[in-house]
């Protein structure tokens, strides 16, 4: 299995950046496509697609989210930070089967 | 609209079976994509278990390949999960969603709200 890494936490300030990480257990890219997309869970509702294959934002997301990333090495970046974006989020791989990380909650400074 | 809703029992005693139903509206399961089903544990981890296909394939987590059945029904649109011989292990929220087919494709676009479903005695 592809195992997904991800810090458990991360606080930030409203209006501030937040960048999160992931790292994978081997590469999840295949030729120039990155297969790691990525998701936000708030308590008591489902996860929502935020970015799929590394950069490209799922319909409907604000452009203050975006994702980089390739091989094992990729981030979620949030810029600037709302008091709505309060959440978890978690990656995901499609690479080898499909594995999640175990998420990273945001929280506030 | 895409909408998805999972329906079942919440509890379900160790040892039996835990079942399932993804009801999909909006969109016609046979028209495309993969229907999953994922679970959530408490504490977090999420885990995908298995797909059925538009065509009627299925693809299963290998952890869970000697207790898991995926079928559907087309009449219905609706898709179903079911777990054999559950232990407290499996206690867990289950989400079904859909995603493209193939490993390019295979993200989550659209979620069910979710089942909570605890196996206890």
């Known amino acids: 299995d592809i195992v997904l890494t991800q810090s458990p936490a991360l606080a930030v300030s409203l209006g501030q950046r937040a960048t999160i990480s992931c790292r994978a257990s081997q590469s999840v890219s295949i030729s120039r496509y990155n297969l790691m997309h990525w998701y936000q869970q708030k308590p008591g509702q489902q996860p929502k697609l935020l970015i799929y294959?590394?950069?490209n934002l799922a319909s409907g997301i604000p452009a203050r989210f975006s994702g980089s990333g390739s091989g094992t090495d990729f981030t979620l970046t949030i810029n600037p930070v709302q008091a709505d974006d309060i959440a978890t989020y978690y990656c995901?791989?499609?690479?080898?089967?499909?594995?999640f990380g175990a998420g990273t909650k945001l929280e506030l400074k | 609209e895409i909408q998805l809703q999972e329906s079942g029992p919440g509890l379900v005693k160790p040892s039996q079976s835990l079942s399932l139903t993804c009801s999909v509206t909006g969109y016609t399961i046979t028209s495309g994509y993969d229907w999953s089903w994922i679970r959530k544990f408490p504490g977090n981890k999420m885990e995908w278990m298995g797909y059925?296909?538009?065509?009627?394939?299925?693809n299963y987590n290998p952890s869970l390949k000697s207790r898991i059945s995926i079928t559907r029904d087309t009449s219905k649109n609706q898709f179903f999960l079911q777990l054999n011989s559950v232990t407290t292990e499996d206690t867990a929220t289950y989400y079904c969603a859909r995603s493209g087919y193939g490993s390019y494709h295979a993200f989550f676009d659209y979620w069910g709200q979710g089942v909570m479903v605890t196996v206890s005695s």
């Open positions: 059925i296909s538009y065509s009627g394939s299925t």
């Open positions: 995901q791989q499609s690479r080898e089967s499909y594995t």
């Open positions: 294959r590394a950069s």
